[in-house]
């Protein structure tokens, strides 16, 4: 590991997004294991396998490619006292959360980095199909709210409205866990970090 981190700080180097699986590792060292035995034995016949090793590593890397630039998420990571979301569009997202944890040394060696480099993505100014505003968040067809410490509740309905796909609960919003969801019906809620233990409980309890 400390090989690579020096390898890391030479000009023009870089080991980020460079992401290969258990699978491409184990056909990578069957490549060099075949190389070995052509060069160090003169075994021609082996040329033949670690092209088709090699054919299989790179064709997992072109699927693996190919599925990154067509993910639409939606990331929430779990930092304490904070709320931090990527918006995510094939290989860009965009940031939607508090912005000083993102000058938090901490926070972007061991939370942000490893997660953008797993998803491969580059950060964005803005992105079609993505869209922000104060409390709502929409990824491609995926709907956010944001419940915060100074959301208010909307007035009940007179009809069910469609439920939105995710209640993100943040910074210790003062409002009752059944009221809201009576007005805003969601398939899934999440509670971040930003929220105190006590309130996290109360809204597991619901």
Not at 6 to 15: E, V, Y
Not at 72 to 88: E, G, M, N, R, S
Not at 97 to 110: E, K, R, V, W
Not at 168 to 194: C, E, F, W
Request: glycine share 6%; net charge positive.
């Amino acid at each position: 590991n400390g090989i690579v981190e020096k390898i890391d700080q030479l000009p023009l180097a870089s080991i980020t997004q460079i992401n290969i699986n258990l699978l491409q590792l184990f056909l990578l060292y069957g490549v060099i294991t075949a190389i070995a035995i052509w060069l160090l034995h003169k075994k021609k016949y082996m040329v033949f396998p670690a092209l088709i090793l090699l054919l299989a590593y790179f064709s997992i890397g072109a699927a693996e490619g190919y599925r990154s630039r067509q993910q639409q998420l939606l990331v929430i990571y779990q930092i304490p006292k904070a709320t931090a979301i990527d918006c995510i569009i094939g290989n860009r997202f965009v940031y939607a959360g508090d912005s000083n944890i993102q000058q938090n040394f901490q926070a972007q060696l061991y939370t942000f980095n490893p997660a953008r480099n797993f998803f491969e993505i580059s950060r964005s100014g803005s992105l079609k199909g993505v869209y922000k505003d104060e409390n709502l968040v929409r990824v491609g067809s995926q709907t956010m709210i944001i419940i915060d410490s100074v959301f208010r509740l909307p007035p009940t309905p007179t009809a069910p409205g469609p439920a939105a796909d995710l209640l993100l609960i943040s910074h210790n919003p003062s409002v009752d866990p059944h009221s809201l969801l009576t007005r805003l019906p969601a398939r899934q809620v999440v509670i971040d970090g930003s929220n105190t233990t006590a309130l996290a409980h109360k809204w597991r309890s619901v």
